[in-house]
T-cell receptor, first 109, second 113 residues
Framework: SQQGEEDPQALSIQEGENATMNCSYK?????LQWYRQNSGRGLVHLIL?????REKHSGRLRVTLDTSKKSSSLLITASRAADTASYFC?????????FGKGTRLHILP | NAGVTQTPKFQVLKTGQSMTLQCAQD?????MYWYRQDPGMGLRLIYY???????DKGEVPNGYNVSRLNKREFSLRLESAAPSQTSVYFC????????????FGPGTRLLVL
């Protein structure tokens, strides 16, 4: 079964608003990663947070990790139309990376 | 530097036919992966190769075989295709180590009739 589970499954917000997506996982991890996928394309890596980190920033992205709750969140601030995509969390446990089912984000004009 | 390349981009098979999906990376990465993605689903790991000469099963290995031909290439074979294998297949690679990100190919769309 898949390791990560994103919530919500789908999210629609107005351009300029902030978008928050959550990810829960089941077992111990070395790191957690977030990826973006535009329709019909491959995945693009966004940000990686290590198991000993609690928060990380990259541009308009902010990721948190709570290993005690086995959960992570991805915040996209000041959303843009180009942020419309599916977002996946992926848990990394040594050799392999396991993906969740993703959150479909739609930015409304 | 092409990154991760996959061939073919699109393929139609009849049930029972066989085919091999090719993947190559030019980043000198040690680890390579094959995933499948079905509508509304995330990526599910089929097989992976942590280093040249090794392969291991992922979440959904049944019906597939893999070959790590050399450090650059990692192929996925369907011996007898089934409609349930209709999917988009992604290859990925990364440098060894659990703090490295994966780089993905553009995907192969496979339709099994």
């Amino acid at each position: 079964s898949q390791q990560g589970e994103e919530d919500p499954q789908a999210l629609s917000i107005q351009e300029g608003e902030n978008a928050t997506m959550n990810c829960s996982y089941k077992t111990s991890i070395n790191n957690l990663q977030w990826y973006r996928q535009n329709s019909g394309r491959g995945l693009v890596h966004l940000i990686l947070i290590r198991s000993n980190e609690r928060e990380k920033h990259s541009g308009r992205l902010r990721v948190t990790l709570d290993t005690s709750k086995k959960s992570s969140s991805l915040l996209i601030t000041a959303s843009r139309a180009a942020d419309t995509a599916s977002y996946f969390c992926a848990t990394d446990g040594y050799d392999k990376i396991i993906f969740g089912k993703g959150t479909r984000l739609h930015i409304l004009p | 530097n092409a990154g991760v390349t996959q061939t073919p981009k699109f393929q139609v098979l009849k049930t029972g036919q066989s085919m091999t999906l090719q993947c190559a990376q030019d980043m000198n990465h040690n680890s390579m992966y094959w995933y499948r993605q079905d509508p509304g689903m995330g990526l599910r790991l089929i097989y992976y190769s942590a280093s040249e000469g090794t392969t291991d099963k992922g979440e959904v290995p049944n019906g597939y075989n893999v070959s790590r031909l050399n450090k650059r290439e990692f192929s996925l074979r369907l011996e007898s295709a089934a409609p349930s294998q209709t999917s988009v297949y992604f290859c990925a690679s990364r440098e060894a180590g659990d703090r490295e990100t994966q780089y993905f190919g553009p995907g192969t769309r496979l339709l099994v009739l």
